[in-house]
C-alpha cells in the first residue's frame, strides 16, 4: 500500500484514463473513486457498480449520456464558459457515455447501498454565483456552483460542485476546515497557468490536472496566479452519520477579523 499523500499530479496513461483517487492508493483517505477520461469522437464508456454511487461530470466536448430507457445530448465547449452537465446514478443502474466530439469526463464515485435512481443536473441546475466579491481587499472574487449536496441529493454519500477564480485571486478563503474529506481537481484557462494550494501547512504549486486530497480537518484555502482563470472542482465525501452541509464552514479564528477589516 503506497504512502498517504495530500497532493498530485495526473496523468492520461494511453487509454485516455487518469486516476486520481482510489479507495488503496495513496490518496485513499478520500474514501472515493476519482477519474478524468479523454474521449476520442465515437468513443464510449459505462460506468456501473453493484455497490458504488456514480457521478458523471462532462469537463469539455459533445457527448451523449445514456441511463436507463433515457437517452440527453450535452455539449460543454469547456469550464471556464459553460456550465456542468453530470449524470448522477445510484447503484447498479448504468451510466453510459458517447463522445460525439472529443471530449473529457470526470468520473466521481463513493460506496453506496441506498438506491436513489438518477438524475441529470443541467447548467440551469447549477448556475455560477460569486462568492466573497469585493471581500478582503477585493481578492477573494470566485463564482460557485453546487450541482448536488446533502440538501439537492439526501441520499447520496457525495457533494459535487466547481469554482471560477477570478484571475489572481483565492477561493477557499477565509482559511476553513470541515472533519469530511474533501478532493479538489484543478484546471487552467491557459496551458501554462498556475496556482497555489495549500493543506494544512503545506503548499503546493497548481497546474492543470493537478488535485488536492484534503483530509478531514485541514485547512485548504488556494488561489490562482494574476493573469490566469483557475477551475477548480470540488469533491466531498460525506462521513456516516455527519454529512457535510453548506453551513459547515469553520473558519480559521486565527482570520476572522478580516471580515470587518478595511482595505
Known sequence: MEEKKVFGYGKFDENGEMVLTTYDNAYRDMNMDIRVYAMKKGESRTFVSADEETAVLLLSGKVVYAWKDEKAEASRKDVFTEGPYALHVSRN??????????????????????????K????????????????????ANRRVNTIFDHDI????????????????????????????PECYFFLFDRPEGFGASFVGDQVFKSVN??????????????????GYQMYTCWMIRHIDGNPWLQTDRCEDERYVWLHDARF
Open 209 to 226: 490536472n493537478s488535485f488536492s486530497a484534503i483530509p478531514g480537518g485541514n485547512l485548504h484555502p488556494q488561489s490562482a496566479a494574476p
Open 93 to 118: 443502474i448504468q451510466a453510459a457515455v458517447t463522445a460525439e466530439e472529443d471530449a473529457e469526463i470526470l468520473v466521481q464515485k463513493t460506496h453506496n447501498d441506498k438506491d436513489f435512481g438518477a
Open 153 to 180: 441529493s439526501p441520499e447520496s454519500n457525495m457533494v459535487l460542485g466547481e469554482v471560477l477564480n477570478d484571475r489572481g485571486n483565492w477561493s477557499g478563503y477565509l482559511p476553513h476546515r470541515h472533519p469530511q
Open 120 to 139: 441529470l443536473y443541467k447548467p440551469e441546475d447549477a448556475p455560477w454565483k460569486y462568492s466573497c466579491k469585493g471581500a478582503f481587499g477585493n481578492t
